[in-house]
């Protein structure tokens, strides 16, 4: 089994693991996705972090390897595991922090809100991240963890399921 030792720097090195997707194949499954690519650029805005590109947290997609494992092939100390499920006209995300080291929750929150709420629940989950890790924010990147990108939910909506048609595997210019 793996057995990481975890030095100070990694601490605050993550991996944010894609989501798992709990939503039938529809016109919502693109949540999972999106929500994935906005919670790595906000916390890759701050500086105290280490966060580890979509392009290497993605090969761990639907497979059941040991947290520990990933945590040493990708040199971090924490990972970030969430579902999300869009049920009617609502959001059900589930998010967990974990202690690559002793596979202990540090973290933990569940959110049941309307699809509009898609930003604070992201917002929100950013913050509370930071804070369990124990980074230390500017006051610059605790105004840009809060501030919405659009007051518009629907806007907002068609934004995310846009960046993960963008992001799809097998994506080709030619057909947009």
């Known amino acids: 089994l793996f057995s990481p030792k975890v030095s100070k720097q990694e601490v605050n090195s993550i991996a944010v693991l894609p989501?798992?997707?709990?939503?039938?194949e529809g016109p919502h499954a693109y949540f999972a996705g999106g929500l994935h690519d906005e919670l790595?650029?906000?916390?890759s805005k701050v500086a105290a972090l280490k966060v580890i590109?979509?392009?290497?947290?993605?090969?761990?997609?639907?497979?059941?390897?040991?947290?520990?494992q990933i945590a040493s092939?990708?040199?971090?100390g924490?990972?970030?595991e969430w579902s999300v499920q869009v049920v009617g006209g609502r959001l059900r995300v589930n998010v967990q922090l974990i202690d690559a080291a002793t596979d202990a929750h540090l973290w933990a929150e569940s959110y049941d809100?309307?699809?509009?709420?898609?930003f604070a629940i992201q917002s929100d989950v950013a913050?509370?991240?930071v804070a369990a890790v124990g980074a230390a924010l500017s006051s610059t990147e605790r105004q840009g963890l809060a501030e919405a990108p659009t007051a518009?939910?629907?806007?907002?909506?068609?934004?995310?399921?846009?960046?993960?048609?963008?992001t799809r595997p097998g994506y080709l210019r030619q057909n947009y």
């Open 113 to 118: 809100r309307t699809l509009d709420d898609a």
């Open 53 to 68: 590109s979509r392009t290497s947290v993605m090969g761990y997609t639907g497979k059941n390897i040991p947290l520990k």
């Open 40 to 43: 790595l650029t906000q916390l």
């Open 19 to 24: 989501f798992q997707n709990l939503s039938a």
């Open 127 to 129: 913050q509370r991240i």
């Open 73 to 76: 092939e990708l040199g971090v």
């Open 78 to 80: 924490r990972i970030v």
């Open 152 to 166: 518009n939910a629907v806007a907002y909506r068609l934004y995310l399921q846009g960046r993960e048609y963008h």
